[in-house]
Nanobody
Framework: QVQLVESGGGLVQPGGSLRLSCTAS????????MEWYRQPPGALRVLVAG???????NYLDSVKGRFTISRDNAKNTVWLSMNNLKPEDTAVYYC?????????????WGQGTQITVSS
């Protein structure tokens, strides 16, 4: 059984910073791409940032220069550092990982963590 556990959400003022973390655990043989998505109220879930096992990254245009995704392959952990947060960043943030387990390759999601940017 593979689990992804997130932490680090909360309430922050505009211009503030937060750092999310997500760790995959269980009977894991390997982890490929790791990604962060967000789902604002009443909207669809969208990809915010992704990182390959080798460290290549991609970002949603609206977060480029403000958010940084990173990972530690030995710890099966991915982080999302968020600076200069804006009210429009308010959403539930989810991590997703492509994991090789004894069930083969599969996509697994974290439970989601709320980020609210408000004064």
């Amino acid at each position: 059984q593979v689990q992804l556990v997130e932490s680090g959400g909360g309430l922050v003022q505009p211009g503030g910073s937060l750092r999310l973390s997500c760790t995959a655990s269980g009977n894991i043989f390997g982890v490929s791409a790791m990604e962060w998505y967000r789902q604002p109220p009443g909207a669809l879930r969208v990809l915010v940032a992704g990182i390959t096992h080798g460290g290549s990254t991609n970002y949603l245009d609206s977060v480029k220069g403000r958010f940084t995704i990173s990972r530690d392959n030995a710890k099966n952990t991915v982080w999302l550092s968020m600076n200069n947060l804006k009210p429009e960043d308010t959403a539930v943030y989810y991590c997703k990982a492509e994991v090789m387990s004894d069930n083969g390759w599969g996509d697994y999601w974290g439970q989601g963590t709320q980020i609210t940017v408000s004064s």
